[in-house]
Every structure is written in structure tokens, then in C-alpha cells.
């Protein structure tokens, strides 16, 4: 009982330490992702017990998380011990190794490649999308988007660099950033929206921020991107020609607008196309895609070419024969990730860099995605 009980608070003790490094941002997401994977069950029931708002957490949440997941692994693994001596052939110490090493073995190693191989294993999705009315001297142009990098405890700021240069190898001509840039804690806002500096492409960059972003501070967010002179656009628009974006339109440019988060902000389309000519190309940002739906039901005669978002994570995990965990959309898997039709205009999804909820991808690998416009 006593063994028990110190095992018990030393591991409760183990996880507080992890947590809290990890909320305070310490660069140790390789060390306390697998350690969150450990806790997944007991988070799961914290979560119940303790419910988060806006994925922020009860004050409670996270010491009584530490204390069912260090009183909860003790016991399991005082009964497999109990278990072993109840068997009627006795047990020998090679057997007993060999058998707790069948059961820790698969489970380290799902975590592992769950919380560290995979959501670091990112890809780059090219997309090629005809567009009718394009200019012919954009015909070809290259957008590269990035979305969803989650800077906080879960995600570093290593990863999120390693996907922006990803990116900026593609050498594009605007760089789309479509939200949710920080994650769980506004301490991350400055870190996380300066490393998007870092982006380089020939005309710029315009973002749109996500829930996360109006979660952790939308006001503080907005001050980062005017300080870092990146320009949010949500419900606003520029036109984007040969010589770069202007906020006037001319022959031969199309319009670049946004809007702000479907969930947490104010949906101003008609705002974001003021003064753009019906013959005009009109691209949309919006962090989330099922903005594609409801634009067309509550503004029936607005009009977009073409939509970029992320959101989803692709489901974040995909269970094969189950379909994905949660889609964080009103409609079904229709927008996981990838090309998709709309009712109106296309969308395309980024499957996003980074996690929320908990550390783990699977099925679904990090990613970031290259458009390349062209004349239909």
C-alpha cells in the first residue's frame, strides 16, 4: 500500500511537471507530447469531470488530470503485478519482464509515432485550379497557404519553421495564412505570430485569423500582425496584379478577401467585396470551410471563385474502417482536407501543421499547400 501510494504522487508529481513546462512553453514538446499521450485516458475523463470552454480549462482541470493519471497508472500497474501472483504456475522474473514488455512495448511505441514521428513527417499538397476570367498575366501564379501551426504546448516553434521553409523553397508569390496560430495559453500570441515573418514570397502575405486566435486573445492578435506589418483582411480585400497587391482595382488584377472566424467572429463577405467589379476573380480566406456553405444561404447573390481554409486537421486522427475522431465541421467529412466542390465555388482545405486537443496525429500527416492559379 505504501509502495503504491508513493508510486502514485511521484507520478502525479511527473505529469504536473510535464504539464506545466508545456504551459509555459519550455521547448520541450518532443518530451512532453508522448507524456500527454500517456495521460490521453485520464485527460478524457478529466474533460468530463472538469468541462473546458473554448478549449480553455477549469482551474481544476489540469491538478486533477495529474492526480487520476498518476493514481490511475499506479493501480494498473499494481494489478498486472497482483494478477501475475494469482496465476496458479508461478511466474519466474525473465517471464514477468517478458510479459510487462509485450504490453509496454506497443503502447510506447504508438506513442512515439503518434505524437512525435508522424506530426513531424510533414508533406506539401500541390493543387492546380482553373479559374474562368483569369488574367492572363497571373496565369500560373503560385499561393502558398499555411495554416493551423497551434504554436503552445503542443506544437513548437522548430515545426512551424520547418513548414515555412517548406514553403518558401516553393518560392510562391503570396503566402495565405488562414488561422488559428496559437494554441491554449496568450502567451504564445508573440512568438507565434512573429515566426510568421519568416514567410517569404514575392508579393507578401494577407491572413485571416481562427477561433484559437479570438480563444487566446483576438485584440492582442491583431496588435502582432499590425506590429509585424502582416495584414489581416477579415472582411476587408486587396487586389492582387503583376506588380503586387493594391487596394484599388485595375484591369488585369484579381481581389484577395477575407473573412473573420465563422464560430467567434463577425461573417462580413459583402464588406470584404465592396467596390469589386462583377468581372473581377474573387479568391476568399476563411480559417473555416464550412463558410462555403452558409455564404451561399445567408447571401444568395454574393459571388466567390475560389476558397481556401483549414480548420478540419483532416480529422486530426483517422481511425481506418471508423473515419476520423471529430471534423470540427457542421458537414460531415465533406471538408477534411483537399479539393472540394462547394455549392457554389471550389474550397481547398489545408489538413493543417499543427494539433489541438490532444498530441496526436494519426492517419493524418502535418501539411502545407501550394495553389497554382490557372486560365480556364
Known sequence: ?????????????????????????????????????????????????????????????????????????????????KLTRLLKRPVDSGRRGLLAAGVTVPIAGMGLYTTTLLPSNLSLRRYEVKLAGLPPELDGLKLGQLSDTHFGPLVGLPHIRRAIAMLNAEQPDLMLLTGDF??????????????????????????????????????????????????LIDGDRFFLGPDGLARTYSPGRIAICGVDDLWEGWLKPDLALRDVPEEC????????????????????????????????????????????????????????????QGPRWPVVISRGVG??????????????????????
Not at 505529469?15 to 518532443?30: D, H, K, Y
Not at 514570397?201 to 481562427?210: D, K, M, N, P, T
Open 1 to 81: 500500500m505504501k509502495r503504491w501510494l508513493l508510486a502514485s504522487l511521484a507520478l502525479s508529481l511527473t505529469f504536473w511537471v510535464s504539464t506545466q513546462a508545456a504551459l509555459r512553453l519550455a521547448p520541450i514538446q518532443g518530451l512532453s507530447n508522448p507524456i500527454e499521450f500517456v495521460m490521453i485516458p485520464f485527460t478524457t475523463l478529466a474533460l468530463k469531470i472538469w468541462p473546458s470552454v473554448n478549449d480553455h480549462s477549469a482551474p481544476a482541470f489540469y491538478p486533477g488530470r495529474c492526480l487520476l493519471a498518476g493514481f490511475g497508472w499506479a493501480t494498473c500497474v499494481a494489478l498486472g503485478f
Open 281 to 340: 476573380v474573387r479568391l476568399l480566406l476563411s480559417h473555416n470551410p464550412d463558410v462555403a456553405e452558409v455564404i451561399p444561404f445567408r447571401f444568395p447573390e454574393l459571388r466567390f471563385d475560389l476558397q481556401l481554409s483549414g480548420h478540419t486537421h483532416g480529422g486530426q486522427v483517422l481511425i481506418p474502417g471508423l473515419g476520423p475522431l471529430a471534423t470540427g465541421s457542421s458537414y460531415g467529412t465533406r471538408f477534411l482536407g483537399g479539393l472540394v
Open 182 to 231: 496559437v494554441h491554449r495559453t496568450p502567451a504564445a500570441i508573440p512568438e507565434g505570430i512573429a515566426v510568421l515573418t519568416e514567410c517569404r514570397a514575392r508579393f507578401g502575405s494577407l491572413a485571416v485569423l481562427g477561433n484559437h486566435d479570438h480563444w487566446e486573445g483576438q485584440t492582442r492578435c491583431r496588435e502582432e500582425f499590425a506590429r509585424h506589418q502582416i495584414p
Open 355 to 376: 494539433m489541438t486537443v490532444f498530441p496526436v496525429r494519426f492517419g493524418v500527416p502535418p501539411e502545407v499547400v501550394l495553389v497554382t492559379l490557372r486560365a480556364a
